[in-house]
Nanobody, 114 residues
Framework: QVQLVESGGGLVQPGGSMRLSCAAS????????MGWYRQAPGKQRELAAR???????NYADSVKGRFTISRDNAKNTVYLQMNSLKPEDTAVYYC????????WGQGTQVTVSS
């Protein structure tokens, strides 16, 4: 059974940094793309960043230049380094992995507030 376990998240002040990690287990199949969606209160879930197995990345316009996604294929782990955080980055961040199906992590809360 495929599981995605997220770590990181919490409270950070505006301008601060935070790193999220997500490790996928229970699969021997290759993972196409992995990434992070986020959902703020009262808003739809949106893609924040994703990375394909070859290293190609996509970012939401709102996070370009501030967030960096990376991946360790050997460990089936994806990372999201978030810098210059803003209050509007406050959301629940969900990791996903595209294998045969799309699998999701449980979500981790990121709160940017002074």
């Amino acid at each position: 059974q495929v599981q995605l376990v997220e770590s990181g998240g919490g409270l950070v002040q505006p301008g601060g940094s935070m790193r999220l990690s997500c490790a996928a287990s229970g699969t021997k199949s290759s993972i196409s793309d992995m990434g992070w969606y986020r959902q703020a209160p009262g808003k739809q879930r949106e893609l924040a960043a994703r990375i394909f197995s070859g290293g190609t990345t996509n970012y939401a316009d709102s996070v370009k230049g501030r967030f960096t996604i990376s991946r360790d294929n050997a460990k089936n782990t994806v990372y999201l380094q978030m810098n210059s955080l803003k209050p509007e980055d406050t959301a629940v961040y969900y990791c996903y992995a595209q294998i045969t199906y799309v699998y999701w992590g449980q979500g981790t809360q990121v709160t940017v507030s002074s």
